[in-house]
């Protein structure tokens, strides 16, 4: 079972990067796929990217909104996925989740989540 | 893009009365691709159901999803104290995995 843990967030100027990382304790962390979903102030949940495992052949995608801004990547050796956010924003202030992504009856979606970094782009 | 539109959007209950959420999608989603999780104040969301019928690991028979194309419904069947929550539906039938906005599920 994986038990993920955030970090990486904080106040950040508009047009500024972060890096978030997202740690599995899970023992087959090379095998799964992963994702983020933010979640902006009392609003609900967006997708925004996701990373299949390299067996599945590291495919990545990304959501309309952060594509060519967001790079999501993976350490399978340190059991790591990250998120590094470029030219923020300040509509990309949310509360960032990592998620493990479980067989979802033939599909895949999030079935572990972690307990999200919060990122703020404010002047 | 499949878009999700969730109702209503807030559903005033009494413990032990039955609820009854809805999900509707933009276009059809193949494989009944769609997942509902649940979320409370300040917690991560959980997965409830997948698959638009399936109960993910330790969730309580009290819960149930169907539906099929583009109409999928969660249903509690007797509310406890600790569901009321807000809900989501999601697709997972291709990119972008979209969200529904969420129905609130408050206590009358």
């Known amino acids: 079972e994986a038990q993920l843990v955030e970090s990486g967030g904080g106040l950040v100027k508009p047009g500024g990067s972060l890096r978030l990382s997202c740690v599995d304790s899970?023992?087959?962390?090379?095998?799964?796929?992963m994702s983020w979903v933010r979640q902006a102030p009392g609003k609900g949940l967006e997708w925004i990217a996701r990373?299949?495992?390299?067996?599945?052949?590291?495919?990545?995608e990304y959501a309309a909104p952060v594509k060519g801004r967001f790079t999501i990547s993976r350490d399978d050796s340190e059991n790591k996925v990250y998120l590094q956010m470029n030219s923020l924003k300040i509509e990309d202030t949310a509360l960032y989740y990592c998620?493990?992504?479980?067989?979802?009856?033939?599909?895949?979606?999030?079935?572990?989540w972690g307990q999200g970094t919060l990122v703020t782009v404010s002047s | 893009e499949i878009l999700l539109t969730q109702s209503p959007g807030t559903l005033s209950l009494s413990p032990g009365e039955r609820a009854t959420l809805s999900c509707r999608a933009s276009?059809?989603?193949?494989?009944?691709?769609v997942a509902w999780y649940q979320q409370k104040p300040g917690q991560a969301p959980r997965l409830l159901i997948y698959?638009?019928?399936s109960r993910a690991t330790g969730i309580p028979d009290r819960f149930s999803g169907s539906g099929s194309g583009t109409d999928f419904t969660l249903t509690i069947s007797r509310l406890e104290p600790e569901d009321f929550a807000v809900y989501y539906c999601?697709?997972?039938?291709?990119?972008?995995?979209?969200f529904g906005p969420g129905t609130k599920v408050d206590i009358k």
């Open positions: 998620t493990s992504e479980i067989n979802c009856g033939g599909g895949s979606c999030p079935g572990y």
């Open positions: 899970g023992v087959t962390f090379n095998r799964a796929w």
């Open positions: 990373i299949k495992s390299k067996i599945d052949g590291g495919t990545i």
């Open positions: 276009q059809s989603v193949s494989s009944s691709y």
């Open positions: 698959g638009a019928s």
């Open positions: 999601q697709q997972y039938t291709g990119s972008p995995f979209t």
